[in-house]
């Protein structure tokens, strides 16, 4: 044996003795959920064993708290700072339901500013596992956190949203059903109920990884003000939002996997449920997979199809999205090597004053599309505080994405305002087909301007176009760009509505015989408005 196998092996034995002496006194303070009265078997209520193990191994100073393989009926988990759940092989967290009779979830907290997003945004402490003003904090797997008894919204989401629901002081058309109106009675009627699975506010250094999520509610993560924030190797499968990353900084989302059929998937924010207008900044998407399959189906590998519509009436959802909650901002945000199937397309949208700055988006594979697949949008919604100013849309770079079977009416759209531009897209190396069939009719169509709706390719009707649609833009470039047809579309590729500054290079654009590659309906010269 060499000198540095045998130096190797008493540094190992030294390592061994030293965490030996580390581990024990954890070990005897118990923080196995086990040690604590915890039975893990579905019916027995784990909520104070959990919560014990929790202020156990933070009196201690940290430590990890492990649940082994077993159902761990709960409400309210409360974290705290330099604590771990870890969840063994085969264990899994489940909500309790408060129509069980057994308890309740904390009550949501008081939030005075609550009327400029939805009730769920505007709380955290009505949740499963929730945390505030803590730091370094972590949710590790492989188990499960399942939200049996979660409720996924407040009231009236199960129904088709009417217009006139929402006032238009607060933001008009609410397609899912779930925004806050001014003087709600929300707070009373989810009253011990449980709406989130994960909650976190105001907190740092938080890594979620490894485990699996089902049917989690309104969301499965909703994390505000949280710095430094990791999430890794996730998978969800579940009723509405996926991850909520809102007014948060320095964040890492990669190789995960989320199916929200009725909802978004990945949606950065920027509301301003603590208060002020805080950008979403330095935000990593990477390696992720978003679907709208049938609910559960992600996570039993079936993948079913048939569910056709989400709530709002329109087809099934799960993209990653920047917004709708838009006050404070998003700014250097990357999204790279990510999978879209059986959903929306990738919206960028501002349309409560928010800045979108520095974005860049490349390597994108989607099919089996049910909206527009590139959506930027640029309004005036301004469901934000008085004297808040519109927001601009700049400097957005999407390059190398593929698109099959893009099969709704809409073409990729890029819309801000006459008198707020968006500005400075570059969309590069881009291949889309889609199904084709829009009529001449289609293509005499002005879309009305809806500025101060809810932002969805919808909101335009068909557009006048099959594969792009900007109005209202500056300096616009296409380059390397592949749009086509599966069937005869009587609509030009590309139509231009006040746009200056477009410039094609390398743009290949199939069209009907007569018709034509690029339609400019309004010149950029026209004044602001006409």
């Given at each position: 044996m060499t000198s540095f196998d045998t130096t190797r092996r008493r540094l190992l034995k030294g390592l061994g003795a030293a965490c030996a002496s580390v581990c024990a006194p954890a070990l005897a303070a118990g923080f196995d959920v086990r040690a604590f009265g915890a039975r893990g078997d579905g019916t027995t209520l784990?909520?104070?064993?959990?919560?014990?193990?929790?202020a156990a191994a933070s009196?201690?100073?940290?430590?990890?708290?492990?649940?082994?393989?077993g159902r761990y009926l709960s409400f309210s988990i409360r974290l705290q700072s330099r604590v771990a759940l870890y969840l063994d092989p085969g264990s899994v967290i489940v909500a309790a339901d408060p129509a069980d009779g057994q308890g309740r979830y904390d009550p949501a907290e008081p939030n005075p500013h609550d009327a400029y997003q939805d009730f769920g945004h505007s709380h955290w402490h009505n949740s499963l596992i929730r945390g505030e003003n803590l730091e370094d904090v972590a949710i590790l797997g492989p188990g499960r956190i399942w939200g049996r008894g979660l409720t996924r919204s407040g009231p009236g989401a199960n129904r088709p949203?009417?217009?006139?629901?929402?006032?238009?002081?607060?933001?008009?058309?609410?397609?899912m059903g779930e925004r806050t109106r001014a003087g709600t009675t929300f707070g009373?009627?989810?009253d011990g109920k449980g709406n989130k699975a994960i909650a976190l506010k105001n907190c740092r250094n938080v890594l979620l990884r490894d485990f699996s999520m089902l049917k989690c509610g309104h969301f499965a993560v909703l994390a505000t003000g949280v710095d430094n924030l990791t999430i890794a190797n996730v998978t969800v499968d579940t009723e509405r939002d996926g991850f909520d990353i809102d007014c948060c900084r320095n964040v890492r989302i990669s190789d995960c996997a989320v199916n929200t059929p009725n909802d978004d998937a990945i949606c950065l924010k920027s509301s301003y449920a603590l208060g002020r207008a805080r950008f979403t900044e330095q935000v990593t998407i990477t390696g992720c997979q978003v679907s709208g399959f049938n609910l559960g189906t992600l996570l039993d590998g079936t993948f079913q199809k048939t569910q056709i519509k989400a709530p709002d009436e329109e087809g099934v959802c799960g993209r990653i999205k920047l917004g709708t909650e838009s006050n404070g901002g998003f700014r250097n945000i990357a999204i790279a090597n990510c999978v879209f199937e059986h959903c929306r397309g990738l919206a960028i949208e501002s349309v409560d004053g928010a800045i979108i700055e520095d974005i860049t988006v490349d390597n994108l594979a989607m099919r089996d599309l049910t909206t527009a697949p590139l959506f930027i949008r640029l309004g005036r919604r301004m469901r934000a505080p008085a004297g808040t100013p519109v927001g601009a849309i700049r400097r957005v770079n999407i390059s190398n994405v593929v698109v099959s079977q893009a099969n709704a009416p809409y073409a990729s759209i890029v819309a801000g305002l006459p008198e707020a531009p968006v500005e400075d897209v570059r969309l590069s190396n881009i291949t889309i087909m889609h199904g084709g069939g829009?009529?001449?009719a289609d293509a005499r169509r002005v879309p009305p301007e809806q500025a101060d709706h809810y932002p969805e390719p919808s909101m335009f009707g068909v557009t006048p176009a099959y594969g792009l649609y900007v109005r209202h833009a500056r300096n616009v470039e296409l380059h390397h760009v592949d749009l086509r047809t599966a069937a005869p579309d009587a609509r030009p590729p590309v139509v231009l509505d006040d746009v200056a500054g477009a410039r094609f290079d390398h743009v290949q654009l199939g069209r009907a015989a007569g018709v034509p590659a690029v339609r400019r309906v309004r010149p950029a010269s026209a004044p602001r408005g006409a």
């Open positions: 784990d909520t104070d064993a959990i919560n014990a193990a929790i009196a201690a100073g940290g430590g990890t708290v492990h649940f082994p393989a949203l009417k217009a006139g629901d929402m006032p238009s002081s607060l933001g008009g058309k609410d397609p009373a009627e989810m829009g009529t001449a």
